[in-house]
């Protein structure tokens, strides 16, 4: 399983030092908060690493059809983007010169993958899915025709309640797996509101039905954007890669990133723990400490060990460094999950998802509570979210 930067506003150094530390494969990367010299330098610049990185882009295309979209750098791609776009635009003619656009792009970049350009699906089965799939096919026939191209992934942007239809779920895998494509690029767009790892079941277990089908038995690479711990599961259940940044919202999609913001305050200081399968607050790992479980709840990565000793809080604790632990949190995860097949990787998913409820038990019995976001409760929804994928699965 590979592991991607989610690309966005504020990189700093932040991919470079994940690089450097063996933390990451890749970087996806989002045109809207990068003007296009700098993009450019920067895929430049990463595919001269060794290992070269995988290296992709997220045409973004989605944002276009948005009303009073913040559209950031986007209208600088004048190469392939268009703004004010609407479901009437997408002519036979015009999909097709949107798509060669968009991958004449990249073609010009030394990208590892080339990514379709898509708009965002309400559900499987209305004029957007029919819009995505003309797009899809209008990639492929376009990659078809090219020289030694890199490998086309195909780009479904999807709304979470399009999960809640099994019958659609079924219905979108019959036409996808019929493609002549090197994979998907799947993103779910997830109405959550705050950040957290809440997952409703019945749409989890169509979710990991869709990478299963794709990735396991049709044996397409499957990379899922915006993902963050939820990349444990679908690790187990047949994705190729997951790709998580450093703001929240770069590690859950949802379209209100691309609209006009009323503001907030600013975010609380975190810390991912491989042991709860969560990203808690800073100040909850200070409690934890005060409870003498801090050992328990530490994932174990050389950038924590500074809270072995001492409050959490009394140490330095950089956003950049955060990222980078979060990084580290999910390649341990994904490296104790790995095994031989889909069934023994459900079977340690399985278990660490009890063992994390355990813990949540225990640390609730010394008294450290905890914010709802934080809390144990998207434990349940990946547990029943599991046991009804492998019965849609029959593992």
């Given at each position: 399983?590979?592991?991607?930067?989610?690309?966005?506003?504020?990189?700093?150094?932040?991919?470079?030092?994940?690089?450097?530390?063996?933390?990451?494969?890749?970087?996806?990367?989002?045109?809207?908060?990068?003007?296009?010299?700098?993009?450019?330098?920067?895929?430049?610049?990463?595919?001269?690493?060794?290992?070269?990185?995988?290296?992709?882009?997220?045409?973004?295309?989605?944002?276009?059809?948005?009303?009073?979209?913040?559209?950031?750098?986007?209208?600088?791609?004048?190469?392939?983007?268009?703004?004010?776009?609407?479901?009437?635009?997408?002519?036979?003619?015009?999909?097709?010169?949107?798509?060669?656009?968009?991958?004449?792009?990249?073609?010009?970049?030394?990208?590892?993958?080339?990514?379709?350009?898509?708009?965002?699906?309400?559900?499987?089965?209305?004029?957007?899915?029919?819009?995505?799939?003309?797009?899809?096919?209008?990639?492929?026939?376009?990659?078809?025709?090219?020289?030694?191209?890199?490998?086309?992934?195909?780009?479904?942007?999807?709304?979470?309640?399009?999960?809640?239809?099994?019958?659609?779920?079924?219905?979108?895998?019959?036409?996808?797996?019929?493609?002549?494509?090197?994979?998907?690029?799947?993103?779910?767009?997830?109405?959550v509101g705050r950040y957290q790892q809440a997952f409703p079941w019945e749409r989890m277990a169509d979710w990991l039905l869709i990478l299963y089908s794709l990735g396991t038995r049709n044996r397409y690479e499957v990379v899922c954007g915006y993902t963050d711990f939820l990349s444990v599961p679908a690790y187990a259940a047949g994705a190729s890669a997951a790709a998580t940044g450093w703001f929240n919202s770069l590690r859950q999609f949802d379209m209100k990133r691309f609209q006009p913001s009323t503001g907030g305050s600013p975010p609380k200081d975190r810390y991912s723990s491989a042991s709860l399968l969560n990203s808690i607050f800073l100040q909850e790992l200070d409690n934890i400490f005060d409870a003498g479980m801090i050992t328990d709840v530490l994932t174990g990565t050389l950038y924590d060990r500074r809270f072995r000793n001492g409050s959490p809080t009394s140490h330095s604790w950089p956003p950049d460094v955060s990222t980078l632990q979060h990084w580290a949190t999910l390649r341990a995860l994904f490296e104790s999950v790995s095994a031989g097949d889909t069934r023994e990787r459900l079977e340690i998913l399985e278990q660490a998802i009890a063992k994390a409820e355990a813990l949540y038990g225990r640390l609730k019995r010394k008294g450290v509570q905890f914010d709802p976001t934080t809390g144990p409760a998207h434990l349940k929804d990946w547990s029943e979210g599991v046991r009804a994928f492998r019965s849609l699965a029959r593992l």
């Open positions: 399983m590979k592991l991607y930067a989610q690309h966005g506003y504020g990189k700093s150094d932040k991919i470079d030092r994940a690089f450097e530390g063996g933390l990451l494969d890749g970087v996806i990367f989002g045109p809207n908060n990068e003007k296009p010299e700098s993009l450019r330098d920067c895929v430049e610049r990463f595919s001269n690493l060794s290992p070269k990185p995988d290296l992709l882009i997220d045409p973004q295309l989605y944002v276009s059809l948005l009303s009073n979209p913040k559209e950031g750098s986007l209208p600088l791609y004048e190469d392939f983007y268009a703004s004010n776009l609407s479901i009437r635009d997408f002519t036979p003619r015009r999909i097709e010169e949107i798509v060669r656009n968009v991958l004449n792009f990249q073609l010009s970049l030394p990208v590892t993958r080339l990514v379709s350009p898509t708009i965002l699906l309400e559900s499987f089965t209305n004029r957007s899915a029919q819009i995505a799939h003309f797009v899809a096919q209008a990639a492929m026939d376009y990659h078809a025709g090219l020289s030694s191209p890199p490998p086309l992934l195909l780009s479904y942007v999807f709304n979470e309640t399009a999960l809640s239809s099994h019958d659609q779920v079924t219905e979108f895998l019959d036409t996808v797996s019929l493609y002549e494509a090197d994979g998907f690029y799947l993103v779910v767009a997830r109405p």
